[in-house]
């Protein structure tokens, strides 16, 4: 099978054909091909997919181009994780939105606007080459904001493009862990959107572990997202929230940490990756060595604000290594062998949630087998995950619109409707800051 890797120069790359190199039964994948607009970024990811693959029998073959049509033509299935504007612009849309007081996060409020509204115009393109060139193709989507995109391009692919992330797969993961429960034998009871989801029970033997773990202060402290939302809040919501709800529910202190630190994420990532991309053209550089390096020094700093903020320590060891490239794999052999299999992921809503129509894309446990991704039905949302799922679909919505029509009108109410944006003004101010900055933007008029 022909696996495509859109963004092919991206630093995480090797995660996913790292996973590939441990898969050994039939029908798996024999040939990677690499995608990127950036040359150097292509040569350096495959130096280190070659390292990965010494002395592995009958590791995928590794090729590499720049051109999207080669890529995409043949494929058996598409892997999107492309970044227009880069690193910098992922910076600039920080940079601009705390400059007026207000997140700039790349998947959530102003800065997730702004990536989407440059990001949706390529995406669609993408689907559309996809549908000319491989039609038989499966898409996986992770390029962000993921529900966003995934949505975007399922105008155009209907089912056979799927959304993952890894968010909610490591909080099931910890959660199950703390109660003493395999991950693999627990179904997580997991619903809402990309990143503004809540796992709202953890069956293990159809018994829910779920309030025992909420009844214990303890066995709250013991985890991520335990400390850093804290006990009493995790009791008064009666679930546990996927992480990024933290810009929600404490979004005034998310905001002074951001603009108290020295730098952004975004900024963190664009100087440490500039300085891995660089190293690893030498062609005396041990590759594999400095991006594991990089890699590990990546993870331990994810969302370091937040839990600086909730005084909720370093991340947790076992948390570290990462964790999508496993959703993909998994995806992959459960389409391509018919093995069925249960996966968290972002698909069309169907009818999963009554709050939202057929076409909206949702983060679900889906039922995964030959035929695709079948989200399984779930309970309602609790009122106070309905107003804000509600509120942000409304919001990306405005999004899709804006990028089909180029209405420069429409991106403002995209901006002015996000819960965490409370002024029009300032949401013209924000489309003004990033059509400044971003020439990917130069559409909306």
């Known amino acids: 099978m022909k696996l495509t890797i859109l963004g092919g120069g991206g630093f995480r790359v090797p995660l996913v054909y790292g996973a590939l190199l441990g898969d050994r039964a039939e029908g798996r994948v024999t040939r990677v091909v690499l995608h990127d607009l950036d040359p150097g970024r292509l040569r350096a990811i495959t130096r280190v997919l070659h390292e990965q693959a010494a002395r592995v029998p009958g590791a995928p073959e590794v090729s590499a181009t720049t051109d999207l049509d080669e890529a995409l033509r043949g494929a058996d299935f598409v892997f999107s994780a492309i970044r227009v504007g880069g690193l910098q612009g992922r910076a600039d849309d920080e940079r601009v939105a705390l400059a007026e007081g207000v997140l700039g996060q790349e998947t959530v409020g102003a800065g997730g606007i702004a990536y989407g509204l440059r990001t949706v115009p390529v995406a669609v393109d993408i689907a559309r080459r996809v549908a000319r060139l491989a039609p038989d193709a499966w898409v996986i989507n992770f390029t962000n904001p993921a529900g966003l995109v995934t949505e975007a391009m399922s105008r155009h692919l209907g089912d056979r493009v799927v959304g993952i992330c890894d968010s909610p797969v490591g909080l099931g993961r910890r959660i199950a862990r703390v109660l003493g429960a395999d991950p693999g ?85 664009r100087d440490q990756q500039a300085r891995f991309y660089a190293r690893v053209s030498d062609p005396g550089t041990r590759a594999l060595e400095v991006w594991e390096r990089t890699r590990a020094e990546r993870e331990a700093t994810y969302m370091a604000e937040n839990r600086q903020t909730a005084g909720a320590g370093e991340r947790d060891e076992d948390d570290l290594s990462g964790g999508y490239e496993k959703v993909a794999l998994a995806l992959m052999r459960a389409i391509a062998r018919d093995e069925r ?94 059509t400044a900055v971003h020439p990917a933007l130069a559409y909306l008029k």
Do not use: M
Not at 366 to 380: I, S
Not at 423 to 430: N, P
């Open 341 to 434: 299999t249960t996966l968290i992921l972002n698909v069309r809503n169907r009818t999963t949630l009554p709050v939202l129509d057929a076409e909206a894309v949702v983060e679900v446990p889906c039922l995964v087998d030959a035929n695709g991704a079948h989200p399984v039905a779930v309970d309602p949302l609790p009122h106070h995950a309905t107003g804000l799922v509600c509120a942000v679909k409304a919001v990306e919505r405005e999004v899709l619109a804006a990028a089909e029509s180029g209405s420069r009108a429409t991106a403002v109410k995209a901006f002015a409707l996000h819960p965490l944006v409370d002024s029009v003004t300032v949401a013209r101010r924000l489309l003004d800051g990033y």
């Open 185 to 269: 034998e627990a179904f997580i009871d997991y619903v809402g959107l990309n990143h503004l989801g809540w796992v709202r029970g953890l069956r293990v033997d159809g018994r829910d572990e779920l309030p025992r773990l909420l009844a214990d202060p303890a066995l709250l402290g013991s985890f991520e997202e335990g400390r850093l939302f804290g006990a009493d809040w995790l009791r008064s919501l009666g679930a546990v929230p996927n992480e990024y709800l933290h810009y929600y529910y404490f979004n005034r202190e998310a905001v002074r940490a951001y603009r108290q630190a020295d730098r952004t994420r975004g900024a963190f990532l």
